[in-house]
């Protein structure tokens, strides 16, 4: 059996591992059951290609994608590996093949679709073969949250006990829940080896900002960077095709792409963004999946994303040839109040509605962070980092203030109405102006009446937003945005915690100079 280091270079051509891929190979080939988490071409597969052939014995690999296992069958076999696919797709010639290689003892490489498992015969074919390793790519497939899940996933976990083999699972998704159901449905609970790396892009400068005129706000990003190929998400079809509009008309090539177009006119975008330079395509989330563009250089959402997630997997479209790349992300109230509105209308169950907030949460807490923004989205995805020196917040550190009294006049505002009013009555109340609706329900003889005159309106705007950002208040989609308080507001509340706020985030929206608490 060949070293690893010889096989990456002898083998596969690589001068040296990547980052993190040479610990996993360690630990495979220790025989040690193992999760590996690394995004979309982080190079997962060598993980389990290159122990495969420094193990005796065949490995068995459980993937979803016929295409993707075609392809890197035909790319081990011209490398000289043993390697052999059973798929729908195959030949009887291919059949053939596979199945003398396993009875005379040489291949080492099996590809396997998951469905393969519900017939036992698969399972005393891997028998027979003497399978030493089960590696399992997608194995978010196993996973009910996901929206991947593939029902015949759930068979792996009998196969390993059948075989009693090690397993490496392999998967670009790194919330927590999955990665829990992973653990529970692929290793029967018992935690592998986990391993968490190479989310960082560095080459990507990251930026949010607070949404005030986002029609300006994008093109004059776009016209600071003319020329380049850019993308624009927005969170509707029709914002798509204005703003693809308005870049034409400030003289900019750019189109709109969305899933309710024709998949004829889809394919067309895609093919002139990828030929054309400086094209801008405004998108909605629909447009990315097949897009394999190496130069994108900026990214922008003129809406904010639907979790911290997608907002991952949108930027990271930016700047694959490592190249610097930028992205800017605008948010609002309004963005906030949608996308909790979505989840609350959904399909889905408590629990799941309960984790898309904690995701949309995250993403929140990452618009209103108070330092590095690279460091806490990594955080989030489990990785340890430094202050990163390539985003807003480390260029220019924001200043932070004490808003915890602001907060609590602005809670017990919402909570002296009976939490049934949205953020612009509040703001009335807390700025003692009076009007019909405050007259009318006696709102103007709360003691919460004007305790606010020390800031602005559009300074409390910004306090209730960044409110929302921690998700101490949300508004309830069936009362019009009527602001409820969370949990987490209770201890702030009762003067048991305190909270900081971000200084221009309030002073930007402003005339009068913010109190410093
Ligand atoms: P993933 O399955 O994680 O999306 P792949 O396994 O397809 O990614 O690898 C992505 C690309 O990186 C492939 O083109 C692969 O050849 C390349 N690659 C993987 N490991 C290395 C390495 N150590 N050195 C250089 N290139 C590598
Ligand atoms: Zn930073």
Redesign the pocket.
């Known amino acids: 059996m060949p070293a690893p280091e010889e096989a ?1 270079a002898s083998v ?1 051509g ?5 980052p993190g ?1 040479e610990e996993i190979v360690r630990a495979v080939l220790a025989g040690r059951d193992t999760l590996a988490i ?9 993980c389990y290609q290159l122990p495969a052939l420094c193990l005796p014995g065949l490995t068995v690999v459980i993937s979803p994608l016929i295409a993707l296992m075609r392809d890197q069958v035909r790319s081990l076999r011209e490398a000289g590996v043993e390697a052999g696919a059973l798929t729908s797709g195959n030949t009887e010639e291919e059949t053939e093949a596979v199945f003398r290689a396993i009875d005379e003892g040489r291949l080492k490489l099996l590809y396997m679709a998951p469905e393969r498992l519900a017939s036992g015969a698969a399972v005393s074919l891997l028998r027979r073969a003497g399978t030493g390793l089960i590696a399992v ?1 997608e194995a978010h497939c196993v996973s009910a949250w996901g929206h991947d899940f593939r029902p015949d996933y759930l068979r792996i976990g009998e196969l390993k006990r059948a075989l009693n083999v090690p397993l490496a699972a ?1 998967t ?1 998704t790194a919330d927590e829940e999955t990665r829990a159901e992973i653990v529970t449905r692929l290793f029967e609970g018992r935690a592998p080896e986990t391993f968490l790396r190479g989310f960082d892009r560095p080459n990507i400068h990251l930026a949010f900002a607070p949404k005030d005129n986002p029609r300006k706000q994008i093109l004059d990003y776009a016209a600071a960077r003319r020329g380049q190929s850019g993308i624009v998400y927005c969170a509707s079809r029709a914002r798509t095709e204005s703003l693809a509009q308005a870049l034409r008309e400030a003289g900019h090539p750019a189109c709109h792409y969305h899933g309710g177009m024709e998949a004829e006119d889809r394919r067309e975008v895609e093919a002139r963004f990828q030929r054309e330079d400086g094209l801008i395509v405004v998108a909605t989330v629909a447009f990315g999946m097949g897009i394999d563009k190496p130069d994108i250089r900026w990214v922008a959402h003129a809406d904010l994303p639907k979790s911290i997630e997608g907002y991952y997997q949108e930027i990271g479209r930016a700047g694959r040839d490592g190249a610097p790349a930028e992205t800017l992300t605008l948010y609002g109230p309004d963005d906030i109040r949608l996308r909790r509105t979505q989840i609350d209308e959904g399909l889905a169950p408590p629990d799941r509605k309960a984790a898309d907030h904690a995701r949309l949460n995250a993403l929140l807490g990452l618009a209103e962070a108070t330092g590095c923004r690279r460091q806490r989205l990594l955080a989030y995805f489990g990785e340890d980092s430094q202050p990163c020196g390539n985003c807003d917040l480390c260029e220019h550190p924001p200043e932070l203030f004490d808003g915890t009294d602001a907060v609590r006049k602005a809670l017990s505002a919402a909570l002296r109405t009976g939490e049934s009013y949205g953020a612009g009555h509040l703001i009335e109340i807390l700025l003692g102006n009076t009007n019909d609706r405050i007259r009318a329900r006696g709102h103007d003889a709360l003691p919460t009446f004007g305790v606010g005159r020390e800031l602005s309106r559009p300074q409390w705007q910004a306090v209730f937003r960044q409110m929302m950002g921690h998700d101490l208040v949300r508004p309830d989609a069936e009362r019009h945005g009527a602001l409820v308080m969370t949990e987490r507001a209770r201890p702030i509340l009762r003067g048991e915690e305190r909270i900081t706020l971000r200084h221009d985030l309030v002073r930007r929206a402003q005339s009068k100079p913010v109190a410093k608490a």
């Open positions: 990456l596969f690589f001068r040296a591992f990547r891929q690394m995004p979309t071409g982080g190079g997962k597969s060598l790519d392999f670009a």
